[in-house]
Each structure stands twice: as structure tokens, then as C-alpha cells.
Antibody, heavy 120, light 106 residues
Framework: QVQLQESGPGLVKPSETLSLTCVVS????????WGWIRQPPGKGLEWIGT???????SYNPSLKSRVTISGDTSKNQFFLDLSSVTATDTAVYFC??????????????WGQGTLVTVSS | DIQVTQSPPSLSSSVGDRVSITCRAS??????LNWYEQKPGQAPRLLIY???TLQSGVPSRFSGSGSGTDFTLTITGLQPEDFATYYC?????????FGQGTKLEI
């Protein structure tokens, strides 16, 4: 059974960098791609980007200049860094596994999510 | 970016009813359309992918249809645990955009 767990600071100051870790258990991160999705309080879901162990990344153009997704295969975890944050980056951040079924991408396992508030 | 528009934004229904939620993409996405269910305080759960393929473990009362730009999620015989918010997501082009959500209420 694949399990994902997000961790990181719950409070980040404006203009600083938001850094989150997703620890994966039950499956190696070298076998699939992985991603981050966020949800502002009371709002819908926003796709942030994906990462594969081969180093291929894809980012939402709306965040591309500020976001980096990377991984550590030795610890079976991957990371999200979002720089120059503002209050609009306040959200629950989810990590998830990206699987392809007959070529169709889908997110089948998700972490429980972690709330990050941007405030001074 | 491909825009994905869901309707209705909210829906009131009763246990046992049949309900449908629609999703329209701003351009053809063939069958690259996923549906998720989200309950308060929880992560989204994948229900359907590739427009109509039921994810393992999801009850058969959930079904999906459509291709191109117009898609439908149907729940036949609503159960109490189905009252939640439903999102569609296109996975045809990056960024993989989500619809705005449909809140299904009693």
C-alpha cells in the first residue's frame, strides 16, 4: 500500500521560501512520477507540478518562475520549494503519485495534505 | 492553459437519487479526463480516469462518459457517503487543470 505524508512549516513569512517534504512509503519513487497540488482555504484545486526520478519536471506556468520540485531517492522522498511567497500562496498542499494507465495520467494516491499559512 | 468548467457549482439531492455533473473543456481533450471526490478535511480520491474507467475499489454506482470537450459524471442511487465535492481534471496538457468543483448536498 502506497502512503504519502507531507511535512514542513505551517507558517511562512511573506517573501520567504515555502519548503515542503513528501515522504513516500510502500513504493519506490524511482518507479513513478510524483506531484504537488494545492487548495486555498474554501477553494478549488490547483496543479503545481510534477517530478520524476529521472529528473524530468513540469511546472504550472503561473508558478514556474518560483517553483522547484526535486527528489531524494536514497530517502524515498520528494520536495516542493516555492519562493517569494505572498498571502495568495496560503493553501493546503497535497503530494500525490502520478500514474499512467494506457497513457492516461492520473493521481491515484494522495497525502493527507498540510496547511501552509503565509503571514508575518 | 485548457480551461475546465464544471456545472452546476452545487446540487441538492436525496439518498437514492440519480445525479449528473458535467465538465466542459475549452478545447478537445479526447478522453484525458479524471474525476475526483473530496470530503471536508480529506484529500481528493480518484473515482474515474480516462473519462469512463472506474478506479479500482470505487463502487459501480459511479460512472463517467464523454469525449472531446463534454463529459459527465453520474451517480446512480446516491448513498449518504456520496455527499461531497466533486472535481474534474484534464490531463491532456500541462498544466493539468481542475474544474471549480461541484458540491453535492442533501
Amino acid at each position: 500500500q502506497v502512503q504519502l505524508q507531507e511535512s514542513g512549516p505551517g507558517l511562512v513569512k511573506p517573501s520567504e521560501t515555502l519548503s515542503l517534504t513528501c515522504v513516500v512509503s510502500g513504493y519506490s519513487i524511482t518507479s513513478y512520477s510524483w506531484g504537488w497540488i494545492r487548495q486555498p482555504p474554501g477553494k478549488g484545486l490547483e496543479w503545481i507540478g510534477t517530478f520524476s526520478h529521472s529528473g524530468i519536471t513540469s511546472y504550472n506556468p503561473s508558478l514556474k518562475s518560483r517553483v522547484t520540485i526535486s527528489g531524494d531517492t536514497s530517502k524515498n522522498q520528494f520536495f516542493l520549494d516555492l519562493s517569494s511567497v505572498t498571502a495568495t500562496d496560503t493553501a493546503v498542499y497535497f503530494c500525490a503519485r502520478l500514474r499512467y494507465s494506457s497513457g492516461y495520467p492520473l493521481y491515484d494516491y494522495w497525502g493527507q495534505g498540510t496547511l501552509v499559512t503565509v503571514s508575518s | 492553459d485548457i480551461q475546465v468548467t464544471q456545472s452546476p457549482p452545487s446540487l441538492s439531492s436525496s439518498v437514492g437519487d440519480r445525479v449528473s455533473i458535467t465538465c466542459r473543456a475549452s478545447q478537445s481533450i479526447t478522453r484525458y479526463l479524471n474525476w475526483y471526490e473530496q470530503k471536508p478535511g480529506q484529500a481528493p480520491r480518484l473515482l474515474i480516469y480516462a473519462a469512463s474507467t472506474l478506479q479500482s475499489g470505487v463502487p459501480s454506482r459511479f460512472s463517467g462518459s464523454g469525449s472531446g470537450t463534454d463529459f459527465t459524471l453520474t451517480i446512480t442511487g446516491l448513498q449518504p457517503e456520496d455527499f461531497a465535492t466533486y472535481y474534474c481534471q484534464q490531463s491532456y496538457n500541462i498544466p493539468y487543470t481542475f474544474g471549480q468543483g461541484t458540491k453535492l448536498e442533501i
